[in-house]
């Protein structure tokens, strides 16, 4: 993977609630960020923070196709969102991954099957290559000899290490993540926060929306402030020995 590769590149995006489909957006609609600029390279981390409310899932939605992109310009994991048509957004999501707070995984089945199902849903055939990339997968998050366990049977951070490795199942570019250490204790948090770690090295980029001052203090990294209805990025180290 190239190191410097773009992964996401917005230019002038304004985005909206809207209650149409496919529409232009109207005098009723509301605007929730007007005027974004940002470009994420492979293998780097970009923290976005502010207020509830203030955007932060939006954007991120925006990015995986859940909000479409009405104003500006927008590709992600080179594809333009502009020129995104429904049937097609499963293709992007494909080259991504989105990592929730909620976790969503499948109670009625277990961690191998929790990843086997998406595999086979996203394209993938042969039998052999599924059960060695979910090994893969796996080991990387630490959860090689939990494979046959319930979801119930696994801690909060384990569930979550489990939603990480369903979203590398397909050597993603990008991950999304929302809030992915907001429902765990410290020690769980400082655990995923290094496992993000090892994954930029690997060259995937994630943005990662976060109310944790102090984790973003542990693992700093290129930090995006969204308020009044804008972006800016900020210097977080500084602002932390002002």
Sequence with gaps: ??????????????????????VRPNKDDELVLSDVN??????????????VGSGKSTLLKTLYAEVQLLQGEGR?????????????????????????QDYQLLDDRNVFFNL??????TGWKKEVDIRRRIGEVLKLVGLENKAYKMPHELSGGEQQRLVIARALLNSPRLLLADEPTGNLDPVTAD???????????????IIMSTHNTALIEQY?????????????EIDIEKSFTE
């Excluded at 940002?38 to 207020?51: D, K, S, T």
């Excluded at 049937?87 to 991504?96: A, F, H, S, T, W």
């Excluded at 700093?220 to 800016?232: E, L, N, Q």
């Design 191 to 205: 655990e995923i926060m290094k496992l993000f770690k090892q994954i930029t090295a690997k060259g995937c980029a």
């Design 76 to 100: 992600v994991v080179g594809v333009n969102l502009r020129n995104l048509r429904r049937k097609d957004i499963p293709y992007l999501r494909r080259k991504m991954g989105i990592v929730f």
């Design 38 to 51: 940002l470009r994420v390279n492979a293998g780097e981390m970009v923290y976005f923070i502010g207020r």
């Design 220 to 232: 700093p990294a290129r930090t995006v402030m969204f308020a009044k209805g804008h972006i800016s």
């Design 116 to 121: 086997y199902d998406v595999m086979k849903a």
């Design 1 to 22: 993977m190239e190191k410097n590769s773009c992964v996401v590149e917005l230019k002038g995006v304004s985005i909206y609630h809207t209650d149409g489909e496919g």
